[in-house]
């Protein structure tokens, strides 16, 4: 897959995964607009690094050091780049911060940091791109997410922002779709500075970028699905989505709190399981339920 007359964006690209996506959309022919916090001038800028890198491949780069959580800065960095290159293809929401600490010693401004870099940034950096992408009727945009949307210790913030943004892909994938624009998210796991002290020695051979690379490449290809979650690490890519379990159902005189208690083993992942493409989906399927159950005719 190449990415000839294509213009991508990566956040976090200083290092890492970030710094990673951009060469790699670089070796395959995409202009490429790099960001991170670190300045360019900074001795050892991982960000200035990877400029050079791009550039070494005969690719062009735009470098911008800037907070994705500032929405003007960001509008400012797209104003410049589309005054250069006329559109936005791709866009990798890669910047995140992590904190891991337990939920009582958890600061309002720690809080708040979480959301304002891995969800306001994304929604920033997703919401300035996305008119130049309706206008070209073409756009592929990811949002990165993590394992610890399954719950670890210590990780409350950062579980709770990367749920909060496979709910933006679940969404944002539907008003996208009719304009050309796939939105999906990528769980990656692969050493880099932020994970490489919780893999034990002998794995960490067995987690490198490859897997990762591959997998983004694909989602910012034109062969992109929309609206899906992909996990890849170690060699595996496995797709994920949020399902319901069959309901058991209950008539009004006998729904209590009690009855649900005693019926707990019967309600926990009752078969068969439901996938649902919408909120309004699932809404209208607990309608068809209840109306079968209470003989109502739905047209």
């Not at 996305?130 to 592929?140: A, E």
């Not at 539907?174 to 796991?189: F, K, M, R």
């Amino acid at each position: 897959m190449r990415f000839e007359n294509q213009v991508a964006i990566v956040t976090g690209a200083a290092t890492g995964l970030g710094r990673a996506y951009a060469i790699a959309l670089a070796e395959r022919g995409a202009r490429v607009v790099i960001i991170d916090l670190e300045p360019l001038s900074a001795a050892g800028s991982g960000l200035r690094d990877c400029a050079q890198a791009i550039r070494s491949l005969g690719a062009e780069v735009q470098a911008f050091c800037l907070d994705v959580s500032d929405a003007k800065a960001v509008q400012l960095m797209l104003a410049e780049v589309i005054a250069s290159w006329r559109k936005i293809d791709i866009l990798i929401n890669n910047a995140g911060v992590h904190h891991p600490e337990p939920f009582e010693q958890i600061t309002q401004m720690s809080w708040k940091r979480q959301f304002d870099v891995d969800v306001h940034g994304s929604f920033n950096m997703t919401q300035a791109v996305w008119p130049t992408m309706k206008q070209n009727g073409y756009g592929r945009v990811i949002m990165t997410c993590a394992s610890t949307i399954f719950g670890d210790m210590h990780e409350a913030s950062f579980s709770a922002s990367k749920m909060a943004l496979m709910g933006l892909v679940n969404s944002l994938h539907l008003e996208g779709q009719v304009e050309g624009i796939a939105v999906n998210s990528i769980t990656p796991h692969a050493v880099t500075n932020m994970v490489e002290t919780h893999l034990a020695p002998a794995v960490k051979p067995l987690f490198s970028k490859t897997t990762v690379l591959s997998a983004v490449l694909y989602l910012c290809s034109a062969n992109a699905p929309s609206g899906q979650h992909l996990f890849a690490a170690a060699g595996g890519i496995s797709h994920a989505e949020l399902i319901e379990y069959a309901a058991s159902r209950f008539d009004a005189a006998h729904c209590t709190p009690e009855a649900i208690h005693q019926r707990w083993q019967e309600i926990y992942q009752a078969q068969p399981c439901h996938r649902r493409a919408s909120g309004e989906s699932q809404v209208s399927a607990w309608a068809k339920m209840s109306a079968e159950q209470h003989d109502v005719a739905l047209e």
